[in-house]
């Protein structure tokens, strides 16, 4: 169905078109009239047209700022005019409102009827459009908690944080990498400003998360992470204007949290409360995050900032930090020059302006290096000994200069990271070497899968997949391998027999072994012998 609106002063012009119009389109047209400029926009407010078929003359308002009027409030209706002027200059200003074209009376039957139909199949794509767009959209509504929920993961774990970050900033469209953490509480009553029985909230709340994620986005532009246990987890994105305006942003931070619980205890039956962390680079989330829940924990507020607790973590102005968390990041991904590049920028800034504090800067590198090697050591791969620092205090206090004590830090450092690398990159070429060494030692016996994954200590399922990886083949064919190898030797330097030499390779039927020996070599073990001899 579509909506012709008709504007002329002229009755009989009204009636021809109506006449067209029915004549061709038949029952697929609603057909309204006005012949006033000031009654064709009244009309056009209540109908609200698709199609506006308009003469420019007409008694009071003329058809041009008639239409000006219409679009403020109609912005998809066609407008077709239909005018005895053709003045150039009604032509332009029609065609600068966006007008589809412009016809000349008399009317021509063929030329209303084809732009008609011009009209109809513009209306149709855009209510197709509009169509397809509502769809996407409402399979958004889905998809986008789905995200939200994978992004919140991903900044808070830092599991394959670069690529995977990186990729859900682009779907979710976040500019900024910088941003804050806060925390929504519920629960069924405030007892002493804790919130109780969150596992109970929690399952009764399930079926108001939508409603819950709404209510957040209506007062902070963030991502909503899912329900877990009886909170909500929000990122907010800032920046610059956070940075700039702290305290200013601070308190608009709060009201709106304020206003949004005021809104969530009125549309759903709980008590909430909400946390909020400082703003932390993307990566560091994870610190925001440790904020929000501690403002929760040591405050009975129903809403509470990290900043107004002082329990932020705060470092001296000219505290290199940003050297600091970048040389253990080095250590945390393995990249040993990295690491020691960053540890030679911070011992550098030690030197430069605290040069005169020995004791200090020695306390420091000991920090640190204890700290990067905490690290390797919970990569995994190697061996946690009591004694192994016996020599460090020593080595550390005994220290002639400066440069005696930037080698030994960062030899440690790169020390640590070593064993992140080696842990990341050979763990599994050491655990198939372990199993094949354990393989060419038991051969001779009935020897299984389920036996040498026990033996390195990792799953079947795990074990078979990495041994594949490595060598390009299989369990069964690389021990059938070993086998068929020692059995061709014991046949070209022995002259044990048959039955011995099937015992040795870890078979106990010759007749298997015969046919085992044939498929895998080409013949059997008697040519075999008969041959070499």
């Known amino acids: ?17 109506k006449f067209i119009i029915e004549k061709n389109f038949g029952d697929s047209c609603l057909i309204e009239s006005a012949k006033t400029g000031r009654s064709v926009i009244e009309l056009a407010e209540n109908f609200r047209p698709d199609i506006a078929l308009m003469d420019i003359r007409m008694p009071g308002i003329n058809g041009i700022d008639a239409m000006k009027e219409i679009k403020k409030n109609n912005k998809n209706t066609i407008f077709i005019v239909v005018s005895a002027y053709d003045k150039f ?39 197709m459009k509009r169509s397809n767009d ?27 944080y670069m690529e995977e970050t990186e990729n859900f900033k682009k779907l979710l469209g976040i500019e900024d990498d910088f941003g804050y953490m806060m925390i929504i509480e519920y629960g069924d009553t405030s007892e ?8 109970g909230a929690s399952v009764r709340l399930q079926s108001n998360y939508n409603s819950l994620r709404e209510s957040i986005k209506e007062y902070f532009a963030g991502i909503v992470g899912p329900m877990m246990t009886n ?35 009125k549309d759903i039956d709980a008590q909430f409360r909400v946390g909020v962390g400082s703003l932390k680079r993307m990566d560091q989330a994870g610190e925001s995050y440790t904020e929000a829940m501690n403002a929760l924990r040591y405050s009975t507020e129903s809403v509470v900032h990290i900043r107004d607790l002082s ?36 011992f550098d800034w030690m030197v430069k302006c605290r040069g005169d504090d020995v004791t200090d800067i020695k306390l420091k590198v000991l920090e640190f290096v204890l700290k990067a090697e905490t690290i390797g050591f919970k990569a995994g791969g190697n061996t946690y000994r009591f004694e192994s620092r016996h020599d460090y205090l020593t080595a550390v206090v005994d220290s002639k200069n400066y440069e005696e004590l930037r080698s030994w830090f960062v030899s440690k450092l790169r020390e640590a990271t070593r064993y992140v690398y080696e842990n990341k990159e050979k763990p599994t070429a050491s655990l198939v070497e372990q199993a094949k060494m354990y393989i060419d030692a038991h051969y001779s016996k009935e020897i299984s899968l389920d036996e040498v994954s026990r033996e390195v200590n990792i799953s079947p399922y795990y074990f078979s997949k990495l041994f594949k990886e490595e060598t390009g083949g299989n369990f069964i064919d690389y021990v059938t391998t070993i086998r068929m190898e020692k059995a061709k030797e014991l046949l070209s330097t022995t002259d044990k027999s048959m039955k011995e030499i099937c015992s040795e390779v870890g078979y106990s039927d010759p007749n298997y072994f015969s046919r ?10 008697t040519e075999y012998k008969e041959r070499r001899n």
Do not use: C, W
């Not at 579509?2 to 002329?8: C, F, H, L």
């Open 516 to 525: 085992s020996f044939k498929k895998n070599v080409g013949i059997t073990p």
């Open 89 to 127: 200059d009604y032509a332009k200003e029609a065609i600068s409102l966006g007008v589809m074209d412009y016809v000349n009376k008399p009317i021509d039957q063929e030329v209303i009827v084809k732009l008609l139909k011009e009209a109809m199949e513009k209306i149709d794509a855009d209510r």
């Open 1 to 17: 169905m579509y909506k012709v609106m008709i504007a002329d002063d002229e009755g009989i012009v009204i009636d021809a078109l």
């Open 231 to 265: 909170t909500v987890i929000v990122f907010v994105p800032g920046g610059k204007q956070i940075i700039e305006n702290e305290y200013e942003e601070r308190v608009k931070i709060i009201e709106n949290a304020r206003n949004m619980i005021h809104k969530l205890k």
């Open 134 to 160: 509502l769809l996407v959209k409402e399979k958004l509504e889905t998809v986008v908690p789905i995200i939200e929920s994978g992004f919140i993961y991903s900044v808070l774990f830092q599991e394959n």
């Open 311 to 346: 329990m932020e973590r705060r470092y001296e102005e000219d505290y290199p930090i940003r050297i600091e968390q970048k040389l253990f990041e080095r250590v945390q991904a393995g990249d040993a020059s990295g690491a020691v590049s960053e540890g030679n920028r911070f």
């Open 192 to 199: 002493g400003g804790h919130l109780t029985n969150a596992i």
